[in-house]
């Protein structure tokens, strides 16, 4: 599907995301069919941190609680993390498995190859896509999207 000037903001970053991340994904399979970019920012932290539990997972890569729980139940499945009950038993410990460790070599290498790629790219658009995005999420973080529309509609709604 060709890029058009025309098409809205939401479209333009659907198309980015199909371009980044649905090439991202295909080049995962390749080696491991059931690994998707998704899992990254757990796996990140996991390599980091060692244990973590979901709500740390969450904080550690900007995915809200929710995202993190749904990717370790995931990554679970695939034998890639094992969850422990937390001291006070209230909550769970997330830790990679032997599995899971096993494939941070190749995930490491893929991810400095990704970032390599992004670096790329960043220097071939005339700003840096990296900081637009930051820009962007900052600006929604501070008002969201939704506030923004409703605003335009109660300004139209004056005009009629």
Do not use: C
Request: net charge neutral.
């Amino acid at each position: 599907m060709p890029f058009r000037p025309a098409d809205g903001l939401g479209t333009q970053m659907r198309r980015l995301l199909e371009l980044l991340d649905g090439e991202l994904e295909a080049f995962y399979r390749d080696e491991h069919p059931f690994y998707v970019p998704r899992y990254t920012p757990v796996m990140k932290a996991l390599a980091e941190a060692g244990d973590l539990t979901i709500k740390e997972i969450a904080e550690r890569s900007s995915v809200s609680h929710s995202a993190a729980s749904q990717t370790v139940s995931k990554l679970a499945g695939h034998g890639l993390v094992s969850l422990q009950p937390d001291e006070d038993r209230r909550g769970r410990r997330v830790r990679l498995t032997a599995e899971g460790e096993a494939l941070l070599p190749w995930l490491k290498r893929r991810w400095a190859a990704t970032n390599a790629a992004a670096q790329e790219l960043n220097r071939e658009l005339d700003y840096l896509l990296s900081t637009v995005l930051a820009q962007a999420i900052l600006r929604l973080e501070q008002r969201s999207f939704s506030e923004r529309i409703r605003r335009h509609e109660e300004d139209q709604g004056d005009k009629a």
